[in-house]
C-alpha cells in the first residue's frame, strides 16, 4: 500500500532501497506484494522498507485496514514535503533579504534603487500580484516601508526620457 500511495513501481521501489542501503530486487517485491509464491520479508527488508517510507516498523507490521485511507496518506504525505520545502524556501529568503540589507546599509545612496528594483521585479515575476498577495510579506514591507506598498503603479515607473 505505501508503494502505491506513493504512485511508484517496484522497480522504483527497488531502486530506493538500494539508494538506503537496503538493496532487493524488483522481482521480489512482486512476490512479497502478491504472496505468489509466498515470500517472506527479512529484517534487513523490513528496516529498508521503514527508511524508505519514513515508516516505524509499528505501522509497516500493521494490518492495512488500520493505516489512513492511502489517498489521505498520500496528500498528507505531499502536504509535509511541500511544506518542508516552503521553510527551507524561507530561510534562503531571510538569507537573501538580509544580503540585501547589509548591502543597503553599506551604501546609503543606493537604497531606494534596490527597493524599487525588488518591487519592480516582485511585481513582474508575480503577474502584479505581488501587492494582494501580503501575509506573506511581512518582513518585506517592513523594509520596503508601508508607502512602497501601496504606491500606485506609475509612480513606480521611472520618468520617460
Known amino acids: ?35 505468489k509464491p509466498r515470500r517472506r520479508v527479512n529484517l534487513d527488508e523490513a528496516l529498508g522498507f521503514c527508511k524508505v517510507f519514513d515508516l516505524p516498523l509499528d505501522d509497516l507490521t500493521s494490518p492495512p485496514g488500520q ?26 529568503k531571510d538569507r537573501i533579504m538580509a544580503e540585501l540589507d547589509d548591502y543597503a546599509k553599506a551604501h546609503p545612496e543606493h537604497e531606494d534603487m534596490v527597493k524599487v528594483m525588488l518591487m519592480h521585479e516582485l511585481e513582474v515575476a508575480s503577474g502584479d500580484d505581488f501587492r494582494r498577495h501580503r501575509g506573506s510579506t511581512h518582513r518585506l514591507q517592513s523594509w520596503l516601508g508601508p508607502d512602497r506598498m501601496s504606491m500606485p503603479d506609475e509612480s513606480e515607473q521611472p520618468p520617460a526620457q
Open 67 to 92: 493505516l489512513m485511507n492511502p489517498l489521505v496518506r498520500r496528500l498528507v504525505g505531499e502536504y509535509v514535503e511541500k511544506w518542508k520545502d516552503w521553510r527551507a524556501l524561507g530561510k534562503a
Open 1 to 35: 500500500m505505501e508503494r502505491e500511495v506513493r504512485d511508484w513501481s517496484t522497480a522504483r521501489l527497488a531502486e530506493e532501497m538500494t539508494k538506503a542501503g537496503h538493496p532487493i530486487n524488483q522481482s521480489a517485491i512482486w512476490r512479497i506484494e502478491s504472496g
